[in-house]
């Protein structure tokens, strides 16, 4: 049986089917026949090599479906076959391709031990940084033909819109990532032939977004960021570089608890002009509420803490399946037990983002009443991320990466509230031949 497939690449899809790169993105604006390229590359690496095992990802259930697993059954039909349960291909070569989602950020623990040659994110913006760096443990291979590979489309805007610009717009890499592991092919409408002579309509339609929005879906760039919460956020106001802080300033802590999420520690200073230091970070996944709070401890020694404040969840009473916690017990008894006793932090959302934007904001002499130490790298590295919820617009989206934010937010709703200052009253002495009358309150301060 001969496989008949439909369409030929335009000159950039091409590019992408003939890159060998680590890490390949494709993309960058609307209209670039990004998913297409993407079910191509799958598809024909499947007939390629046998016996290869493909994970194709989308961000939600219903985008997989009508993205892929319905053009592939219609293409694929009659040659391969397919697992409806599984949501597997199987081609007569061996080779697999696995279709999936990752709708909450743990979902990606779904894959925890499985192993794929090739792994592809389909609008990798949509997926959190933590969930892109554990999708790369599960891209591993142990073939001599074949050398394991990442694959993603994008379009500025979302969640991981900061990780992908750093890698690939920016090229910006740390610890272990090497420049020549990633590749970035750009496409537009423009780059799309078939999609400019089948609808010419689309392209006005992009024309007509509104500046931001046609800024990034048009003309593709990456310094849009539609939808920023705090877009009061800027690097070069909000973040310094760290210092020691003096004994003698007030210093507090606020956890956003998580096992499966991150668990975030934020330890906070003040200074005499009231303005608060971010000063430390602790961001932890899998740890047991013991070990968090032994590391607490052990960060925070010689220090005078005075209270740490939590997320309302550590009350609640936890099982053992999951956290390995003692069963009945809840994780702010077990801090108390380690030493580390807790406050129930105020959980008022739409508050506690509001207050968040008044200590981004310049106090009286010019200068934000927040600061974060450049060592506080995720909170610094999520916070410009954060996006509105699209089903109310004073939250923060919750398909963000929030733990360091909500930790801030805990921090910051447990200080008082300043109150304004009301200017200074001259007060005039009594004059008795002055022919305007005295102000009532001039008499009372004779």
Not at 5 to 27: K, M
Not at 151 to 168: I, M, Q, S
Not at 226 to 240: I, L, N, P, W
Request: glycine letters at 8%; hydrophobic letters at 35%; proline letters at 5%.
């Amino acid at each position: 049986m001969i496989l008949h497939l439909s369409g030929y690449p335009n000159p950039r899809q091409r590019e992408f089917f003939l890159s060998r790169a680590r890490h390949t993105a494709y993309g960058g604006a609307r209209g670039g026949g990004k998913s297409w390229a993407m079910r191509r590359k799958f598809v024909l690496l499947a007939l390629r090599y046998e016996g290869l095992q493909l994970l194709l990802l989308r961000r939600t259930l219903p985008e997989l479906n009508e993205n892929h697993v319905r053009p592939l059954l219609a293409e694929l039909s009659g040659f391969v076959s397919y697992n409806q349960t599984q949501r597997v291909f199987t081609f007569p070569n061996g080779s697999r391709i696995k279709l999936g989602y990752c709708d909450a950020e743990r979902d990606v623990y779904q894959y925890q031990g499985q192993e794929y040659d090739v792994v592809g994110l389909e609008e990798a913006t949509h997926f959190t940084e933590s969930q892109m760096q554990f999708l790369t443990t599960c891209n591993r291979s142990v073939r001599r033909d074949f050398s394991p590979r990442m694959y993603y489309t994008c379009n500025p805007g979302g969640a991981g819109h900061g990780w992908v610009k750093r890698l690939f717009i920016e090229r910006s890499y740390r610890n272990s990532e090497r420049p020549e592991d990633y590749a970035f092919i750009p496409a537009r409408v423009y780059d799309n032939p078939v999609l400019m002579k089948n609808n010419p309509g689309y392209l006005d339609t992009l024309k007509n977004l509104p500046e931001h929005l046609r800024r990034a879906h048009l003309e593709g760039d990456w310094d849009v960021l539609a939808g920023q919460y705090f877009s009061e956020f800027c690097r070069d106001r909000h973040v310094v570089q760290p210092f020691a802080v003096p004994g003698s300033w007030r210093r507090f802590a606020a956890m956003d608890w998580g096992f499966n999420d991150p668990c975030c520690v934020l330890w906070f200073a003040v200074s005499p002009e009231s303005r608060v230091y971010v000063y430390r970070e602790l961001y932890e996944r899998k740890r047991l509420s013991s070990w968090i709070a032994g590391r607490i401890r052990q960060l925070s020694a010689g220090e005078r803490i005075a209270y740490t404040v939590a997320s309302p969840d550590a009350w609640q009473k936890r099982g053992l399946q999951q956290t390995g916690e003692i069963a009945g017990e809840s994780i702010a008894e077990v801090f108390g037990a380690c030493g580390v006793p807790l406050l129930k932090a105020d959980n008022s959302r739409i508050a506690g983002w509001q207050r968040i934007r008044e200590y981004l904001a310049a106090a009286g002499d010019g200068q934000p009443r927040l600061a974060i130490m450049a060592n506080c790298e995720n909170l610094i590295r999520t916070l410009p991320l954060l996006t509105y919820d699209a089903q109310d617009a004073e939250d923060v989206s919750d398909a963000c990466e929030d733990h360091a934010a909500e930790a801030l937010r805990y921090g910051l709703m447990s200080r008082p509230v300043q109150a304004r200052q009301r200017p200074e009253r001259k007060q005039r002495r009594y004059d008795p031949f002055a022919t305007e009358k005295p102000e009532s309150s001039a008499f009372q301060s004779l």
